[in-house]
C-alpha cells in the first residue's frame, strides 16, 4: 500500500511537465474560490465592525441601505440633506441619549472629508463597542482643525501640524479646491480597520466657513473672504447629511424610529444598522452566490482537466500495467494507483492554492485596503474555507474514480500483453 | 517441491468475443527444473496460454494444475497472489518501468509477494543486495544498477526483466519471445544466461517463441499448432 502510494508519485514525478501544468491550474482555481470566499467574508465583517452602539441612523428620505451606505460606510453620495432643525429635534427627543450629526461632501485626494462634532469622539464607537482612540494629537478645537483617520494619515504622509486643502465634492482629480482655507492637522486615529481610517474629520462650522463665499458648487466670482474673517459671519450650520444616534434605552428603538419617521416638518429616514445591513446583504446575496458558483465551476474545469490528463496518458501506461500484473499486482492495486495519482494532485493544488492565497493576501491588503477600506487578515483558512477546501477534495476524490475505474478496466482487458 | 510443476488436462479456451479462435489442450505437463521450448506461430494463442498460467484468464473446462493448486478452483485475487509467488515472467520488450531504476525495477518481484521477498532476504542479505547479484550476474556493470533503465540498449533491458523474473526463485519462469528484439548473437548469450540461471535457482523454464531455431539446448520442444477452421490448437510432444 504504501509502495504503491510511492510507486504513484514517482510515476507522476516522471510525468511532472503536464501534471504540472494540471496541478497550476487546480492551483488557480482553489485560490480562486477561496480567495472570493474571503473577500465575502471580510466585507461581511468590515461592514458589521465599522458601527457599533448606533441605535439609529438618521438621514433624509432614501432607501435604508442607501442611507447606511454613505451614512456609515462613506461610499455614494447622499441624495439629500437635512435641516439643521430637524437634527436637533431628533437630538432633543427624551429617549435620544446622544447624537452625531455627520456632513459629508468634500474630499481630500479623493478621501471623505467629514463635518462633525466632537460628539463624534466621544460617542462613536465600532467594533464591539470600542472608542475612537488618537494616536497622535487630539480633537478638533479650532475652526481650521482637521483630525485624520489612520489610513489617510499613513497613505498622505501627513503628521501633526501638516497643512492641507479640501476640494469641493468627492473624486480624485479635476475638483475645485477649498484653498483659500488651509486646515491644520491636529490629531491622527488610531486604526481601526473602517471607514473612520479613510476619513478627514473637521467641525461642522468649518464645513460651513469654507463654502462661505460659494454657490452652487463654484466660488463666487468677485467673492473672497479670507480665513480670518469667517468667524464674523453665522457658522452655525443649516443642513447635514445625516446623524447617528444612540438611545438611553434600546427597547425604545421602534418608538423613536417611528417618531422620526413620522417627523412632520420634513420627511426623514430612521434605520436600525443592523436591519439596514440585513437588507445589504441580502441584495448583494446573489451576487454573491453567483460569484462563489462561478468559481467552484472553475475548480470543476481544473478538475476535469486533471482527470482528462491523466486518462490520456493512460494509453501509453498500459504497459506499466501490464508489467504490475505480471509481478502480481491486482487490478484494484491498479485502481489505487491512478487513483491515488489524481487525488495527489488534487490535494498538492488545494495546498498549494492555500498558499497562493495567503501571498496574494499578504501582497494585496495594502491596495485593497487603500481603494475599498477592507482589511484583509493574512490568515490561513478560515472554518468556511476549510469546508470548500474539503469540497474541492472531495470533488477531486471523486474525479480520481475515473482514471482508476480506467485502469481497472483496461488491466482486466488487457491481462498480461496488452494489445497495442 | 511436486515433481511435477504445471499439468494442464482437458483445457477448452474460447474468447467471448472470437467464436472463430478456440485454445484446446488435452495434456500438457512440466516437470521441475525442465527448460522447455513452446514453439508457436503467431495467432496459435500463445498469449492466451500466458493469460491462463498466469492467471489472468480462466478456461472454459478442464484443470489448470500449478504445483499443489488448482488454478481454476481459485478466486482472482489469490490467482494473482499465486502468480505473484511463483511466477517469473519476461516479455518480449518493454519489460521495465520506465521511471524506476534498474534495482527497483527488479525488485518490483517483490513487492506483491512476501514469499520473494523473504527468498530475497535469504538468498542476498536484503532484497537490494540479492538484485545486485542477480544483475551483475546478467552482466549488468554494477555502476548501471542505480540508473534510470530508459538508458539501457534493448539486449540490457531484456536482462534486467530476466533479474526480475528470477528474484525470489519462483518455480516457475515463463518468457514470451524475450530475445525477438535481439540480433542472434545476442539472443544465444540471453538465452544460455537465462536457461544457467533457471537451473541455478531451481526454476522450470517455459519458453515461448515462434522462433524454432532457438530450440537448442532445451530438455524438450513442444509445439502450438496454429489454429484452422475448427480445429483446435494443441500441445504436440
Known amino acids: ?420 | 517441491m511436486p515433481a511435477t510443476v504445471i499439468r494442464i488436462r482437458d483445457l477448452r479456451f474460447r474468447w467471448a468475443n472470437d467464436a472463430g479462435f478456440c485454445l484446446d489442450i488435452p495434456l500438457f505437463e512440466a516437470q521441475a527444473g525442465e527448460r522447455i521450448f513452446l514453439h508457436g506461430p503467431s495467432g496459435s494463442g500463445k498469449s492466451t496460454l500466458l493469460g491462463l498460467l498466469g492467471g489472468v484468464l480462466v478456461p472454459e473446462r478442464g484443470s489448470l494444475h500449478l504445483l499443489d493448486r488448482e488454478l481454476t478452483q481459485l478466486r482472482p485475487a489469490a490467482r494473482d497472489r499465486f502468480r505473484a509467488n511463483h511466477i517469473g515472467f519476461i516479455f518480449q520488450q518493454f519489460n521495465l518501468i520506465p521511471y524506476l531504476s534498474l534495482v527497483d525495477n527488479v525488485l518490483l518481484s517483490c513487492r506483491f509477494s512476501a514469499r520473494r521477498l523473504a527468498r530475497a532476504t535469504a538468498a542476498g542479505n536484503s532484497p537490494a543486495a540479492e538484485a545486485h547479484r542477480l544483475l551483475t550476474r546478467l552482466d549488468l556493470d554494477p555502476s548501471l544498477h542505480g540508473r534510470q533503465v530508459t538508458r539501457l540498449s534493448v539486449g540490457q533491458q531484456q536482462r534486467v526483466a530476466a533479474a526480475r523474473a528470477l528474484i525470489g526463485q519462483p518455480e516457475i519462469v515463463i518468457a514470451d519471445e524475450p530475445t525477438s528484439a535481439l540480433d542472434a548473437e545476442r539472443q544465444g548469450a540471453f538465452l544460455a544466461l537465462l536457461r544457467d540461471e533457471c537451473e541455478r535457482s531451481g526454476s522450470t523454464l517455459l519458453f515461448v517463441s515462434h522462433d524454432r531455431r532457438l530450440a537448442a539446448g532445451f530438455d524438450r520442444e513442444l509445439s502450438l499448432s496454429a489454429p484452422g477452421a475448427g480445429a483446435p490448437s494443441e500441445v504436440t510432444q
Not at chain 1, 452655525?236 to 425604545?252: F, S, Y
Not at chain 1, 475505474?405 to 496488452?418: C, E, K, N
Open chain 1, 1 to 420: 500500500m504504501k509502495w504503491l502510494l510511492m510507486l504513484a508519485v514517482r510515476s507522476a514525478w516522471n510525468r511532472r511537465l503536464t501534471l504540472g501544468m494540471t496541478l497550476v491550474a487546480v492551483a488557480l482555481s482553489v485560490t480562486l474560490l477561496l480567495g472570493v470566499e474571503r473577500v465575502r467574508h471580510e466585507a461581511r465583517s468590515s461592514f458589521a465592525l465599522s458601527v457599533s452602539g448606533t441605535d439609529l441612523v438618521v438621514g433624509a428620505r432614501t432607501s435604508a441601505v442607501q442611507l447606511m451606505l454613505y451614512a456609515v460606510f462613506r461610499l455614494g453620495e447622499a441624495s439629500n440633506n437635512i435641516r439643521w432643525q430637524s437634527y436637533l429635534a431628533v437630538a432633543e427627543n427624551p429617549a435620544v441619549a446622544w447624537a452625531i450629526p455627520l456632513s459629508l461632501g468634500d474630499s481630500h485626494h479623493g478621501l471623505p472629508v467629514l463635518g462633525t462634532t466632537a460628539a463624534y469622539f466621544e460617542h462613536f464607537r465600532y467594533g464591539d463597542g470600542q472608542p475612537l482612540a488618537f494616536a497622535a494629537g487630539a480633537p478638533f478645537s479650532g475652526l481650521f482643525d482637521a483630525v485624520l483617520g489612520a489610513e489617510v494619515a499613513e497613505r498622505l504622509s501627513y503628521s501633526l501640524g501638516d497643512r492641507i486643502v479640501i476640494s469641493h465634492g468627492m473624486g480624485d482629480v479635476g475638483l475645485a479646491e477649498h484653498d483659500d482655507k488651509p486646515f491644520t492637522v491636529v490629531g491622527i486615529l488610531a486604526r481601526t480597520g473602517t471607514p473612520v481610517d479613510r476619513t478627514l474629520h473637521v467641525s461642522l462650522e468649518a464645513i460651513n466657513a469654507i463654502h462661505l463665499d460659494w454657490a452652487g458648487g463654484a466660488p463666487l466670482p468677485g467673492l473672497s473672504i479670507p480665513p480670518e474673517h469667517v468667524r464674523k459671519f453665522d457658522l452655525r450650520p443649516k443642513e447635514i447629511t445625516a446623524a447617528l444616534v444612540g438611545l438611553k434605552n434600546r427597547a425604545a428603538v421602534f418608538r423613536v424610529q417611528r417618531q422620526i419617521n413620522n417627523y412632520p416638518d420634513e420627511p426623514l429616514l430612521a434605520v436600525l444598522p443592523g436591519v439596514a445591513l440585513d437588507q445589504l446583504w441580502q441584495m448583494v446575496g446573489l451576487a454573491e452566490r453567483t460569484l462563489l458558483a462561478v468559481s467552484a465551476m472553475v475548480v470543476v474545469v481544473g478538475l476535469a482537466g486533471l482527470v482528462a490528463v491523466i486518462l490520456a496518458s493512460l494509453g501509453e501506461r498500459r504497459r506499466e500495467l501490464a508489467i504490475l500484473r505480471s509481478v502480481g499486482a491486482r487490478p484494484g492495486e491498479l485502481f489505487l494507483l491512478l487513483s491515488a495519482e489524481a487525488l495527489f494532485v488534487t490535494v498538492l493544488g488545494a495546498l498549494l492554492g492555500v498558499a497562493l492565497l495567503a501571498l496574494l493576501t499578504a501582497l494585496l491588503a495594502p491596495l485593497v485596503q487603500a481603494h475599498f477600506g477592507l482589511s484583509l487578515q493574512a490568515q490561513w483558512v478560515s472554518a468556511d474555507e476549510l469546508r470548500l477546501l474539503a469540497a474541492v477534495v472531495a470533488a477531486g476524490l471523486l474525479a480520481s474514480l475515473a482514471p482508476g475505474y480506467s485502469a481497472y478496466r483496461l488491466s482486466l482487458a488487457d491481462g498480461l500483453t496488452p494489445r497495442l
